[in-house]
């Protein structure tokens, strides 16, 4: 019997399909934790009418009004599904613009508000905790800027919020008076709530037939009920897969998408690394990463192809296929249109869950992420008290990290700087050599969106990380609105409590200063690789 076989066996002989539908935290840990009342997302089908009710007045709005651009200001959960439901179904529908706006970048920051016309654009407002640090400090931004521009009395009126209740968020939304307020349920993650208002709410405004969307949601639900078969349960078969095979070694997801779901790979990125990545275990996934040739990926991978039937898919399919021949585990999930991304969210979703229970760890709880936001918050009052940053480096080089690379390691490059089509394209090449010359499967990161994704992962996960920050200079900054830093500043505090996390957990990590020129830099480092 192989390890997956075993695995199957196991959830049926300790009944698991039938005690995670009971929401019984001893599938997972001995220790309550909150995990029982972290599981709202399993039931999607009860919670379909009142949320589709909803948000029709939401519809009313958006077809009575001349809103060109919705830009949503969130981290994390509360912006990777979002982007995903844009990328797939917002250009098709061709409904109002989503820019969704994960970066506090000052570069970026100022490409959004040179694109919108803030008297036709509404902002939403998209935080759990209704205290994300950038969320906040995106919102003081844009504020300021509506009052400067339309005046204190329309100011509620271009806003909307997406919080839990009882947060920060709900009174600020409160005291300024936002348009709506959606308050999500408390029982559910962040890294789960894509089926919510924080997913539907930004789907609403670019036309997704919610109802329709969830209903395959549903769909996927039933099927991965207690009464289903084990081996006809998708969710409970993908979770016995990927679990079993982590535990044989092969603890790469690699995940191969069709282009179009390219962003729902950063989902799935953020669902598997944030949920299993902790107590020094975890499932590593490696998204978006170059085809090169089969003899350069070790046996520590598996991979699993997300295909979409609307998009071109030769080059992807043949060079899956010779991947499978050559011996790789490959598992296969069809999308036959769009809407059927409403169910491969509920099944990862459920497959995450099993993947906790055959791994040992609690899929629901994220103990490293403060890491790097206490040392954050250290450098942020030392540039206040002494006017200038702390001067940070790492004690290691990009060669030394490299020397000290091990079997069945991985890559991680961790990008603070503005993403250009070129960066984007060197970031690529960098990956490519990395694997080619050492074998090193590849992640990459762009700040701040990492570090409320594949953050909990470099810190809580194996120790089998090699680090490297990419750090670039900034030819201009933006001040944060009663706040005495600016977002230069806030983003240069994240970098050094990033560091100094890893560093204090004994991770091999390098800093590399990209100066004014980050694409010379990076050339540089590919040609250092030879």
Not at 292 to 305: A, I, N
Not at 391 to 418: G, H, T
Request: overall charge negative; some cysteine; aromatic content about 8%.
């Amino acid at each position: 019997m192989n390890r997956a076989e075993k695995a199957l066996a196991d959830i049926d002989n300790t009944d698991l399909i039938r005690r995670i539908w009971c929401k019984d935290h001893t599938v997972w840990s001995p220790d309550d934790s909150e995990i029982s009342s972290s599981l709202g997302w399993l039931d999607v089908d009860s919670q379909i009418d009142g949320l589709v009710q909803y948000l029709k007045k939401l519809e009313s709005f958006i077809q009575s009004s001349d809103v060109r651009h919705v830009v949503l200001l969130g981290m994390g959960g509360s912006s990777l599904g979002p982007r995903v439901l844009r990328d797939l179904l917002g250009t098709n529908l061709g409904c109002t613009d989503l820019i969704v706006l994960d970066s506090i970048l000052p570069g970026v920051v100022k490409s959004v508000t040179d694109v919108i016309d803030v008297s036709k654009t509404i902002f939403i407002v998209s935080s759990k905790s209704g205290a994300t640090a950038e969320t906040n400090a995106l919102y003081k931004y844009f504020r300021s800027i509506v009052v400067d521009i339309l005046g204190e009395k329309s100011l509620g009126q271009r806003f909307f919020a997406i919080t839990n209740k009882d947060t920060e968020l709900e009174t600020i939304s409160r005291r300024d008076l936002f348009r709506d307020i959606f308050l999500a349920p408390s029982d559910v993650g962040g890294r789960y709530s894509v089926l919510t208002y924080f997913g539907m709410v930004p789907a609403t405004f670019i036309g997704v037939d919610v109802a329709v969307f969830l209903g395959r949601a549903a769909v996927m639900q039933r099927s991965c009920g207690p009464e289903i078969p084990l081996r006809e349960n998708p969710g409970a078969v993908l979770g016995a897969l990927l679990g079993s095979m982590a535990l044989e070694g092969r603890n790469k997801l690699t995940l191969v998408t069709s282009r179009s779901l390219d962003s729902f790979g950063m989902w799935v990125e953020q669902l598997i690394s944030e949920s299993t990545c902790k107590d020094g275990k975890g499932i590593v996934p490696i998204t978006g990463e170059p085809f090169v040739s089969v003899d350069c990926y070790g046996t520590d991978r598996v991979f699993v192809y997300i295909r979409y039937d609307d998009d071109e898919n030769d080059e992807n399919d043949s060079k899956m296929a010779k991947i499978e021949t050559s011996g790789h585990p490959v598992i296969r999930l069809n999308l036959s249109d769009a809407y059927d991304l409403g169910a491969e969210f509920y099944r990862w979703q459920f497959a995450t869950s099993v993947i906790g229970a055959l791994l040992g760890i609690n899929p629901f709880s994220q103990p490293d992420v403060e890491l790097s936001k206490d040392r954050a918050n250290v450098a942020l009052i030392h540039n206040f008290k002494y006017g200038m940053p702390i001067d940070f480096k790492s004690s290691q080089s990009f060669k030394m990290i490299l020397n000290k690379s091990r079997p069945n390691d991985y890559f991680a490059i961790m990008v603070f700087c503005e993403v250009t089509d070129k960066i984007k394209i060197l970031v690529q090449k960098l990956r490519q050599r990395l694997l080619e010359k050492y074998g090193l499967p590849t992640t990459v990161g762009y700040a701040p969106r990492f570090l409320h994704s594949t953050g909990q992962m470099h810190k809580g996960g194996p120790n089998s990380g090699l680090f490297l920050q990419l750090i670039a200079d900034r030819s201009e900054d933006i001040a944060i609105p009663d706040e005495p830093y600016t977002f230069g500043t806030l983003t240069d505090s994240q970098a050094i409590g990033d560091l100094g996390a890893l560093s204090d957990l004994g991770r091999r990590v390098a800093t590399v200063r990209l100066g004014l020129d980050p694409e010379n830099q990076v050339l540089k480092l590919i040609k250092d690789i030879g």
